[in-house]
């Protein structure tokens, strides 16, 4: 994985980085470390991966940051999640905002579309090659949805549950259930253009928006979320 194009020799305070949540942390570890940013196992270098990363998560990572470093060079933290829900975003976002001198963070995520606006507003995006691409097959499998009965798509819904996990605070199908809403507005909307009067389409934009916010809940029910999608659209 070729890293040096991505990052420059003065780094910028915070990344988001489009990769393999399993493999992006370890390949820009050794990176970081070739180049003579950082010692890996220096405890000013934090390194985690989560499956969701979660409001509890992002307190110690605040305490982490609010602690000076224990040697004179860089501190850098590494965040790679297949989730990040709206709390622990909002929270991560207060350190993106203010960050400490000298202090970096690499937040990996799978797409960085599912995140709140402020917080890529205020990084740098990177998308590596090897991210991965599930457009193609997600807009085939939207378009089926979108086109099969009640009946069929609640189905479906079952079906992705199974597929990503039936844990409903699972960040896979946390993360897929937010990429699926995506993509049914992007269709939703296609149809909204045509006919800007339509209250129908107009009613299930807002219940689609509604959704994805109930989504980045703790605690809330994907499943129940994405039959409520199956039945008004």
């Not at 605040?62 to 929270?91: F, M, P």
């Not at 998308?127 to 089926?144: C, G, M, P, Q």
């Amino acid at each position: 994985m070729e890293l040096e194009q991505y990052f420059p020799k003065d780094l910028y305070h915070s990344y988001i980085i489009e990769g393999d949540t399993e493999k992006t942390g370890d390949f820009l570890l050794s990176f970081l470390e070739a180049k003579g940013e950082i010692e890996s196992k220096s405890p000013d270098v934090l390194y985690q991966v989560y499956e969701s990363f979660t409001k509890d998560n992002s307190e110690q990572i605040i305490d982490w940051h609010s602690k000076l470093g224990i040697t004179k060079g860089k501190k850098v933290c590494i965040i790679a999640t297949k989730y990040i829900n709206r709390e622990a975003e909002q929270t991560l976002l207060r350190i993106i905002e203010e960050p400490a001198t000298n202090t970096h963070f690499f937040i990996i995520v799978p797409d960085s579309s599912v995140l709140l606006k402020t917080i890529i507003s205020r990084v740098h995006v990177v998308k590596l090659k090897e991210s991965v691409d599930v457009n193609l097959e997600l807009k085939k499998e939207v378009a089926s949805f979108i086109s099969s009965s009640p009946s069929g798509r609640i189905n479906k819904i079952a079906e992705i549950i199974k597929n990503n996990k039936s844990e409903e605070n699972t960040g896979q199908l946390r993360f897929y259930a937010t990429l699926f809403i995506n993509e049914i507005e992007k269709n939703i909307y296609e149809k909204f253009k045509k006919n800007t009067k339509d209250e129908n389409l107009k009613f299930i934009l807002n219940e689609l928006q509604k959704s994805r916010d109930y989504l980045s809940t703790p605690g809330a029910a994907v499943k129940m979320i994405l039959e409520h999608i199956s039945l008004i659209i």
